[in-house]
């Protein structure tokens, strides 16, 4: 039967470029709008994160963003050697 491992990690995001200050502005139906950071990282930082902790085998089950830091949350099965 597998059993699951967790992992709780946080990651500082890389410095965001001088002079950039791209931002995202969203807005629902009811006229609520939230303003976004573009991802100063790049695409490039977040699969290196995500490749690395994958060749440990472990898979992200959810990610949170604020105040420029990542928290992920981690799983991975363990094997504990019995059988249903």
Same mark, same amino acid.
């Given at each position: 039967?597998?059993? %699951?491992? *967790?992992?709780?990690?946080?990651?500082?995001?890389?410095e965001r470029q001088?002079?950039?200050?791209?931002?995202?502005?969203?807005?629902?139906?009811?006229?609520?709008?939230?303003?976004?950071?573009?991802?100063?990282?790049?695409?490039?930082?977040?699969?290196?994160?995500?490749?690395?902790?994958?060749?440990?085998? %472990?898979?992200?089950?959810?990610?949170? *963003?604020?105040?420029?830091?990542?928290?992920?949350? %981690?799983?991975?099965?363990?094997?504990?050697?019995?059988?249903?």
């Amino acid at each position: 039967m597998t059993q %699951w491992e *967790y992992q709780i990690t946080i990651h500082g995001l890389p410095e965001r470029q001088a002079g950039k200050t791209d931002r995202t502005i969203e807005c629902d139906q009811d006229g609520l709008c939230f303003v976004h950071d573009v991802f100063p990282g790049g695409i490039q930082w977040l699969e290196d994160l995500f490749r690395e902790k994958g060749r440990d085998g %472990w898979e992200l089950v959810q990610s949170g *963003y604020h105040n420029r830091e990542l928290l992920c949350i %981690w799983k991975k099965g363990k094997e504990t050697g019995e059988k249903i």
